[in-house]
Each structure stands twice: as structure tokens, then as C-alpha cells.
């Protein structure tokens, strides 16, 4: 299995693992794997595009515009609920409840794994 098969397996487990403690309740548990499964998605998708491993530390916000993603793939919107390194979820007071993120996150995350596995297979 290559690199980037790699990190979409990883980012389709931590996708699985992000459902169930949403369905849990455990919404803030939720919202940081799906943070993360959303930034092995970018970094696979780097890797592809760009045929070298993004920097390090490199944020969501920077490999979304870096790989000049669509609009209607991710949106500024959801950079709302990451911080700059795309590490850690903000205050829940400040963008909503965590169950809000949580299904922001698990749509947005659905989006780019379904269109990360396009073209990866493309």
C-alpha cells in the first residue's frame, strides 16, 4: 500500500471512529477526529498533487489553499472550528455547540474523503 493509500485508510478509520462517539454523544471527541481525518485527507491530496510531503506543522487552512480546493468542497466556514495549526477545536461558546461542529465536521469530512478516493483511484 503507497503513502497516500496510507493516510486515506487513516483518515477513513479516524472518519469511522469520529461517528460512533458522535452517535455517543461524545461530540468534542468527535469533532477533533474528524479534524484529524480532514487533515490526513489534505495531506494525501498534497502528496498527489504536489509529489512531496506538505511541510511540517502545515494547516488545514494552508493545504486547502494550497491545492486551490472547491468551494463547494470545504468552505471557510468550517476553518472556524480549527485553530491555525488545525490541531485543536475552539471554545464551544465561541462557534456553537459541539454537537453543531461535530455535524458540520462530519459532512464536510464525508465530502473530501468521498472526493479524496475519486482521485485517488482516478
Not at 471527541?29 to 498533487?49: D, H, N, P, Q
Not at 491555525?84 to 475552539?90: A, F, H, L, M, P
Request: contains cysteine; charged residues 30%; glycine residues 6%.
Amino acid at each position: 500500500m503507497g503513502r497516500i493509500e496510507e493516510m486515506l485508510v487513516g483518515a477513513s478509520k479516524d472518519f469511522d471512529l469520529a461517528g460512533r462517539y458522535r452517535h455517543a454523544g461524545e461530540y468534542t471527541i468527535s469533532v477533533l477526529l474528524y479534524t484529524e481525518a480532514i487533515e490526513k485527507i489534505f495531506k494525501a491530496m498534497f502528496v498527489r498533487r504536489m509529489r512531496k510531503e506538505p511541510p511540517s506543522g502545515a494547516s488545514i487552512d494552508y493545504l486547502a489553499m494550497r491545492l486551490h480546493t472547491p468551494k463547494e468542497i470545504f468552505d471557510d466556514e468550517t476553518l472556524q472550528y480549527v485553530d491555525e495549526r488545525g490541531e485543536q477545536v475552539k471554545s464551544a461558546d465561541a462557534s456553537g455547540s459541539a454537537e453543531e461542529r461535530a455535524l458540520n465536521l462530519e459532512e464536510v469530512a464525508k465530502r473530501l474523503l468521498d472526493y479524496s478516493m475519486a482521485c485517488a483511484h482516478a
